[in-house]
């Protein structure tokens, strides 16, 4: 299954509201989660099953959809949220797939 | 809090085996399933291998076979091994562990980077 993300780059200000699409070449249900990845640092769940933040993970990170069509939502940008986020699907493996990745970058 | 840890050489040959050890700590490998996931800047992240403790393993066809994965309960570690590596094989090796559901990474090493040249 290929996983395509978009856009690869979006150029945001602290404070805004932003959302990431991810989309599945078949149909995954909710099988989908979210990993944020910083410089120098290996990714971190922030969401699975389409819409479960993970533990510690904060409310203003928020994701939808089934199918083949997924959100990550942020609300209010703060100056950690500027990283790298992948999606993932694992409804059908092996192989687990990857999304190439979008990058958030202050604006 | 489990806790992985990577470790194996950062300079393997072309052709050779590049082998890589994880230690868990925070919990135990019987606890958990395990994964390898690899990251290039071409090929972002490519999952390599899947096991659990009872023996279960999966991987990447991709890899065509090159691949094996294994789990040493009494040491808490789990390891790579990936025969006849080229320099497309040069990546951060990741570490990963999950619970619940199959597929859900929750445990990250830091990665360990593996350079393939002569």
């Known amino acids: 299954i290929v996983m395509t993300q978009s856009p690869a780059i979006l150029s945001v200000s602290p404070g805004e509201r932003v959302t990431l699409s991810c989309r599945a070449s078949q149909t995954i249900s909710t099988k989908l989660a979210w990993y944020q990845q910083k410089p120098g640092q290996a990714p971190r769940l922030l969401i699975y099953?389409?819409?479960t933040r993970a533990t510690g993970i904060p409310a203003r990170f928020s994701g939808s959809g089934s199918g083949t069509e997924f959100t990550l939502s942020i609300s209010s940008l703060q100056s950690e949220d500027f990283a790298v986020y992948y999606c993932q699907q694992y409804n059908d493996w092996p192989p687990f797939t990857f999304g190439q990745g979008t990058r958030l970058d202050i604006k | 809090q489990v806790q992985l840890q990577e470790s194996g050489p950062g300079l393997v040959k072309p052709s050779e085996t590049l082998a890589l050890t994880c230690s868990v700590s925070g919990g135990s490998t019987r606890s958990y399933y395990w994964s390898w996931i690899r990251q290039t800047p071409g090929r972002g992240l490519e999952w390599i291998a899947y096991?659990?403790?009872?023996?279960?393993?999966h991987y990447n066809p991709s890899l065509r076979s090159r691949a094996t994965i294994s789990i040493d309960t009494s040491k808490d570690q789990v390891s790579l091994k990936l025969t006849a590596v080229t320099t497309a094989d040069t990546a951060v090796y990741y570490c990963v562990g999950g619970r619940g559901v199959v597929g859900v990474w929750w445990y990250w090493g830091q990665g360990t980077l593996v350079t393939v040249s002569s």
């Open positions: 096991t659990y403790y009872s023996g279960s393993t």
């Open positions: 099953g389409a819409s």
